[in-house]
Nanobody
C-alpha cells in the first residue's frame, strides 16, 4: 500500500485546511487509516483515525470538535478536515495505514506517507 498526502500549506489562525491521502494497492480499502503529526523537536503524535468501513472514528483530545476524519473507499482516499486551526497545530502531517489496534498507537500502522507540512500563523 502506498500513501500520498496533499493539501498542506500556510494558513492563519482560525482558518481551515483539508488534507487528503490517496492510498494505492489492491488491499488499500481493508486498512484502517490514521493521521499523525510531528512538530519540530517533538515526537510524532496521534491526530485521528478511521476504521476500514468508515463507521468508527477516533480523535486526539486536542483536535476533537475542530478536526473531522472521513474516507471514500471508492476513491481509496482519506480526508482530514481541519477547522479553527491554531499555531500549535503546526506540524508535518502523516497518513498511515494499519490493521491493528489501538488506532492511536503509531506501532499499529504498517504503511506511512511522506507527510505534508501544515503551518498556522498567529
Amino acid at each position: 500500500v502506498q500513501l500520498v498526502e496533499s493539501g498542506g500549506g500556510l494558513v492563519q489562525a482560525g482558518g481551515s485546511l483539508r488534507l487528503s491521502c490517496a492510498a494505492s494497492g489492491r488491499t488499500a480499502g481493508t486498512y484502517a487509516l490514521g493521521w499523525f503529526r510531528q512538530a519540530p523537536g517533538l515526537e510524532r503524535e496521534f491526530v485521528a483515525a478511521i476504521n476500514w468501513a468508515g463507521v468508527s472514528t477516533y480523535y486526539a483530545d486536542s483536535v476533537k470538535v475542530r478536526f473531522t476524519i472521513s474516507r471514500d473507499n471508492a476513491k481509496n482516499t482519506v480526508y482530514l478536515q481541519m477547522n479553527n486551526l491554531k499555531p500549535e497545530d503546526t506540524a508535518v502531517y502523516y497518513c498511515a495505514a494499519g490493521l491493528s489496534r489501538p488506532y492511536s498507537d503509531s506501532r499499529s500502522y504498517v504503511y506511512w506517507g511522506q507527510g505534508t507540512q501544515v503551518t498556522v500563523s498567529s
